[in-house]
């Protein structure tokens, strides 16, 4: 049984920093792509960031770029989100995902965790 468990969310003050963790089990995590979405109370889900599944190489979404940073560790089946200078707007449910392939695309992704809250007040 594949299952993927964030953990770390929570309550910050705007410019306040978290940071994510999303463990691996029941799958090869270090053979497959690590994404992190998330979701907003009346939104579609959206594209936060991935990594490559040997950790090398990452990419972000615009509206994260420079605060937000991934980073894996294959032994430890995990994968993490450093996020920094949080925002309001930050504010949404934070899922992780495994992909065969380095994609923005949620559809492409065959395995999701439950999610994670995290809110940024102002």
């Known amino acids: 049984q594949v299952q993927l468990v964030e953990s770390g969310g929570g309550l910050v003050q705007a410019g306040g920093s978290l940071r994510l963790s999303c463990v691996a089990s029941g799958i090869t995590f270090s053979s497959r792509a690590a994404g992190w979405f998330r979701q907003a109370p009346g939104k579609e889900r959206e594209f936060v960031a991935a990594?490559?599944?040997?950790?090398?190489?990452?990419r972000y979404s615009e509206s994260v770029e420079g605060r937000f940073t991934t980073s894996r560790d294959n032994a430890k089946n995990t994968v993490y989100l450093q996020m920094n200078d949080l925002k309001p707007e930050d504010t949404a449910v934070y899922y992780c995902?495994?992909?065969?392939?380095?994609?923005?695309?949620?559809?492409?992704?065959?395995?999701w965790g439950q999610g994670t809250q995290v809110t940024v007040s102002s």
């Open positions: 990594i490559r599944a040997s950790g090398i190489f990452a």
């Open positions: 995902a495994a992909s065969s392939s380095l994609t923005r695309t949620a559809s492409q992704y065959d395995y």
